[in-house]
Each structure stands twice: as structure tokens, then as C-alpha cells.
């Protein structure tokens, strides 16, 4: 299982945070600060994964097919689009926290999962050693 799909026609990529099951998803949603973030959520209230569009679809477009994609530490697991990307802004949802360039919540660095809601074997899987 890969962790970031990417459709090179329609320029959207999709990270998977839970792995994908048939109606896991109960509802959709844009992230409140950047709409080109939409978010699936699960029935447990989890984000079970997320779109992405504009520049964060290319910007995640390079680890599309990659067996690892987390870091992961005591607080949780942690995925970057660059390794040594500046965080900016932050915006916490359903305990994701979603990382920021800039100050406006637009330029999409990556993102860090609550390691005491968010813990599978599915992560570890995608985890690197």
C-alpha cells in the first residue's frame, strides 16, 4: 500500500492517513484556512485521508508510489514535502496538525499526526527506519 496517490491528468494527489476501506469515509470537508486541502473523515472522527489540490497536489506529487513517506518520534508521526521545509503556521484538526510556509496557511509544508490517535500498523508500514 502506498501512502500518496497522484493523477497526473486531473493534478490532485491524495495522502492516506488510515488505510482505505469500503465507507470508511462518513463525510468531506475543506480544511477552514486552505481550501486546497479536503479532507475525508472517518466514522470515528479520525481524517482517514485528504486531497489535495494546486500547489499542494504537486508538491506531494514526488511521493506518489513511495513505500515511506512518515518520520515518526514521541509525539506522533511527521511527513514534510521538503526535509528542511520552515514552518510558519500551523492549524490543528481533529488532532492533524497541518504545517505551513507562510503565515497565511497557503504554501503547504506537510503535516504531523497526534501519535495517541493516529498509531497503526498501516503508519509503521509507511514509516521510515
Excluded at 515511506?68 to 510558519?88: E, M, N
Excluded at 509503521?124 to 527506519?129: A, D, G, V, W
Aim: proline letters at 2%; a negative charge.
Amino acid at each position: 500500500m502506498k501512502a500518496v496517490t497522484y493523477d497526473t491528468d486531473s493534478e490532485l494527489a491524495y495522502i492516506y492517513v488510515l488505510p482505505p476501506k469500503k465507507n470508511r469515509n462518513v463525510r468531506t470537508e475543506e480544511l477552514r484556512v486552505n481550501d486546497c486541502l479536503l479532507l475525508d473523515i472517518s466514522q470515528d472522527g479520525k481524517i482517514a485521508g485528504f486531497e489535495c489540490f494546486g500547489e499542494a497536489a504537486h508538491l506531494c506529487a514526488p511521493f506518489a508510489g513511495k513505500s515511506r513517506l512518515y518520520v515518526k518520534d514521541s509525539d506522533g508521526y511527521h511527513f514534510r514535502v521538503c526535509q528542511h521545509a520552515s514552518v510558519r503556521s500551523c492549524y490543528t484538526v481533529y488532532r492533524v496538525t497541518f504545517c505551513f510556509s507562510d503565515g497565511d496557511y497557503q504554501e503547504f509544508a506537510g503535516f504531523d499526526l497526534d501519535g495517541t490517535m493516529y498509531h497503526s500498523a498501516f503508519l509503521q508500514r509507511l514509516t521510515e527506519k
